[in-house]
């Protein structure tokens, strides 16, 4: 009972934050596809298609059960001053159930990882390795298509991420799944309203005294 309320809860708190972002005055891009079939959007700076082999690249995996516009005002913020910044929308993009209404913000609410987060030892290279793919073909479609291809410096490619997405960008670069699930769940403690509850998983419970 305890937990399909907290469920109903916390749906019904995204569902309010998602009206409220609404309300904010930042567009979000139109939604993209490459060929094929993945779906993201595009923020890119002014005068895009002018330059050639310039313009640094940043892609962007969303938070797990967010979507590629999720941080539309960092990723704008970003567009202004010079990069092209691209976003997929993974599997478990869950903005469009949350906009959907109640119905939809309770559907998404039951939405989870292929892993529990707070069970790191369980996580292995192939965890959520959709996200992997995700930003590997978003990448290459990028670099072969245009408008994108004649503008973008091949060699200024960064990759950055909100929370699983977090967990994407360490993994692409290398670092050990364990020890990036490890990262995120300390980035989480720290936080003020979800402290007490991350300090329940088995990392470090020392530390939460």
Not at 55 to 68: D, K, N, R
Not at 100 to 113: C, I, Q, T
Request: glycine content about 10%.
């Amino acid at each position: 009972m305890h937990r399909i309320l907290h469920a109903a809860i916390a749906s019904f708190a995204v569902l309010l934050t998602s009206n409220a972002a609404r309300a904010v005055n930042t567009p979000s891009p139109p939604l993209l596809k490459t060929d094929s079939g993945l779906t993201y959007r595009a923020w890119l700076p002014p005068n895009f298609s002018r330059h050639r082999h310039d313009v640094p690249l940043i892609l962007f995996s969303h938070g797990f059960g967010g979507c590629a516009e999720q941080s539309r005002t960092l990723t704008q913020a970003l567009a202004n001053a010079g990069y092209a910044v691209l976003a997929p929308n993974h599997r478990d993009e869950a903005c469009s159930r949350f906009q959907g209404g109640l119905k939809g913000a309770l559907a998404a609410g039951n939405l989870r990882p292929e892993q529990p987060f707070t069970d790191p030892g369980g996580w292995t290279p192939e965890t959520e390795k959709s996200r992997r793919d995700d930003v590997r073909a978003l990448l290459a479609f990028v670099l072969s298509h245009a408008p994108y291809q004649d503008a973008i410096d091949p060699d200024r490619i960064a990759l950055m991420g909100h929370s699983l997405g977090g967990h994407t960008a360490l993994g692409l670069a290398g670092g050990g799944t364990a020890g990036a699930i490890r990262v995120s769940n300390a980035c989480w403690r720290y936080r003020p309203i979800s402290g007490p509850l991350w300090c329940r998983t088995a990392w470090a419970p020392s530390r939460c005294q």
